[in-house]
């Protein structure tokens, strides 16, 4: 099946999930949005203290290469049955999700561009960067809100790992983007992202 894999990346807080939302919005049915979050290892084995101290902002945190094969198959045409994480026990869950195949595959995660197998694989490589500050207040709200974390767990692990591994894994990658843009909400750069998914999916069809 012909499909077009767009890898979003970036920091924490940086927008992806912004951007990532907007692409769905537009293009609706013609999407399948894949978190490379939901493909953190399996942790069965550790208590939920030890699970909370793993480094989650370091590769081998990943199971990558499940990742990798998941949109190799994709590509072919065939139905996978993807991981679903659960950030309040800082596990996967039991359960999986049938991820289809579908004319746009978007890819969202802050090291969509670290692994030189999965971005081989992409067709359009964005790179979302935002201001340290504004990651940090945004990613704080999330978590908070949205995940069940308390505020100083939260700030621990930003100081403890997340931005120390920013800096070592996810900004480098931002060389390899095809498309680098400040913010989840730039327009300009979501047209230009825009018009090229819109050439390549012409380009299907001839």
Known sequence: ?????????GGSGSGKSTFTNKLRDLYG??????YHDNYYRRN???????RSKINYDHPDSLETDMLVEHIKMLKRGE???GPVYDYTVHN???????????????????MVLQNPELRKLLDIKIYVEA???????RRLTRDVKERGRDIDSVINQYLQSVKPMHYIYVEPTRATADIVINSGKNPV??????????????????
């Open 189 to 206: 750069a979501f047209d230009l992202v825009r018009t090229k998914i819109d050439s390549l999916l012409q380009e299907q069809q001839m």
């Open 29 to 34: 049915d013609k999407v399948t949005v894949i």
């Open 79 to 81: 139905s996978v049955l």
């Open 1 to 9: 099946m012909d499909c077009i894999v767009i890898g979003i990346a």
């Open 44 to 50: 069965d084995h550790l208590s939920l203290e030890e």
């Open 131 to 137: 201001d340290a500050d504004e990651r940090i207040l």
């Open 92 to 110: 996967r869950k039991d359960e999986k999700i049938e991820i289809r195949p579908n004319k746009i595959i978007l890819l969202e995660g802050i």
